[in-house]
């Protein structure tokens, strides 16, 4: 098989095309995530602390910690991993606190964004940009 010197163009340009289409659909996937899990409600930023670290130098374990007194439910996001909803915390009335920490993995550079849900209905999200070195899922 021959290839022209425009055939190789064209496959290097449609290559280079298609690689951006996922993470267009990737970021969408965060926001339908989100707005699964707060019902399409207004979110705030007040009340909600996400800690995560501002470079992880190997994207299988970053760790990350959320802290949201008075919350039932905190949602974990990492927008730019093929499946974005990566936690969920459920608090009962008999928790002494509203607070969780875990290891989460991460592909790439990418925001994680941490949603919570109020005991009076309402939402509150924080997120935090965590530079990955060494990427966790595949990459």
Same mark, same amino acid.
């Given at each position: *098989? ?17 690689? *951006?289409?996922? *993470? ?6 965060? /926001? ?10 207004? @979110? +705030? ?8 670290? /501002?470079?992880? /130098? !190997?994207? !299988? =374990?970053?760790?990350? %910690?959320?802290?949201?007194? +008075?919350?039932? %439910?905190? $949602?974990?996001?990492?927008?730019? !991993? ?5 936690? =969920? ?9 509203? #607070? ?8 790439? =550079?990418?925001? @994680? ?5 109020? %005991?009076?209905? #309402?939402?509150?999200?924080?997120? $935090? !940009?965590?530079? @990955? ?7």
């Amino acid at each position: *098989m021959k290839f022209s010197r425009r055939g190789a163009l064209g496959l290097a340009l449609g290559g280079v095309a298609a690689s *951006m289409l996922p *993470m267009r659909a990737m970021a969408a996937g965060a /926001e339908e995530a989100i707005a699964a899990f707060t019902g399409g409600a207004a @979110v +705030g930023t007040e009340g909600l602390t996400l800690t995560a670290p /501002e470079i992880a /130098e !190997n994207g !299988n =374990t970053v760790p990350v %910690a959320v802290n949201a007194p +008075g919350a039932v %439910a905190i $949602a974990i996001f990492a927008a730019g !991993n093929p499946t974005p909803g990566v936690a =969920t915390f459920t608090f009962g009335p008999a928790a002494g606190s509203q #607070s969780a920490s875990t290891r989460i993995r991460l592909s790439q =550079t990418q925001d @994680v964004v941490a949603v919570a849900k109020m %005991a009076d209905g #309402s939402f509150v999200q924080a997120s $935090a !940009n965590v530079k @990955v070195t060494i990427g966790g899922c595949g990459g």
